[in-house]
T-cell receptor
Framework: DSGVTQTPKHLITATGQRVTLRCSPR?????VYWYQQSLDQGLQFLIH???????AKGNILERFSAQQFPDLHSELNLSSLELGDSALYFC?????????????FGPGTRLTVL | AQSVTQLGSHVSVSEGALVLLRCNYS??????LFWYVQYPNQGLQLLLK??????LVKGINGFEAEFKKSETSFHLTKPSAHMSDAAEYFC???????????FGGGTRLMVKP
């Protein structure tokens, strides 16, 4: 158990819908990262928040957005969903924003868009 | 920009045999390198990391990796495979301005009895 929690574990929805994925980092960790894992794209970085502020964006679609709240939990919002958005979404946390700090991964949310 | 190449999407070894999973990286800045393992239906677990201290890094479960700058490699090894090592292994590089990890495509390790 990494100490990072993600809800829900599974999400099945229809095209065009909007969903929210939630992540609680390990106690004391200020950084939250979101990654997408799919069969065709592999593991890809989406976005990084540190202590409530967005720090970096990766291959995140405009239909996707995220935020980190004062209690440090984070939410990833996916809207106008398409079949190709079906993937495993991971949240990871680390104690700081230093690149040598390991990132601890949650169990993921499996999103299926029908 | 940073990138990682893992040679071999599938590797099969016999129980007790040497495990060698290959990782080559490209980075314009001094890299931080990580190996993660993913068991079915689980998240990623850190095996070991290189952060410019010792070039030979020991991790959990008997795994180790050696950083070779001249070869831009960070291969993962284990002297003797166990059935429980069957999983997918990911090499990742960090250290860029965004602090994100860039992952390789992964190598699925199969261990035969």
């Amino acid at each position: 158990d990494s100490g990072v929690t993600q809800t829900p574990k599974h999400l099945i929805t229809a095209t065009g819908q909007r969903v929210t994925l939630r992540c609680s980092p390990r106690s004391g960790d200020l950084s939250v990262y979101w990654y997408q894992q799919s069969l065709d794209q592999g593991l890809q970085f989406l976005i990084h928040y540190y202590n409530g502020e967005e720090r970096a964006k990766g291959n995140i679609l405009e239909r996707f957005s995220a935020q980190q709240f004062p209690d440090l939990h984070s939410e990833l919002n996916l809207s106008s969903l398409e079949l190709g958005d079906s993937a495993l979404y991971f949240c990871a946390s680390s104690v700081s924003r230093r690149p040598y700090n390991e990132q601890f991964f949650g169990p993921g949310t499996r999103l299926t868009v029908l | 920009a940073q990138s990682v190449t893992q040679l071999g999407s599938h590797v099969s070894v016999s129980e007790g045999a040497l495990v060698l999973l290959r990782c080559n990286y490209s980075s314009s800045v001094p890299p931080y390198l990580f190996w993660y393992v993913q068991y079915p239906n689980q998240g990623l677990q850190l095996l070991l990391k290189y952060t410019s201290a010792a070039t030979l890094v020991k991790g959990i479960n008997g795994f180790e990796a050696e950083f070779k700058k001249s070869e831009t490699s960070f291969h993962l090894t284990k002297p003797s495979a166990h059935m429980s090592d069957a999983a997918e292994y990911f090499c990742a590089v960090g250290g860029n301005a965004g602090n994100m990890l860039t992952f390789g495509g992964g190598t699925r390790l199969m261990v035969k009895p």
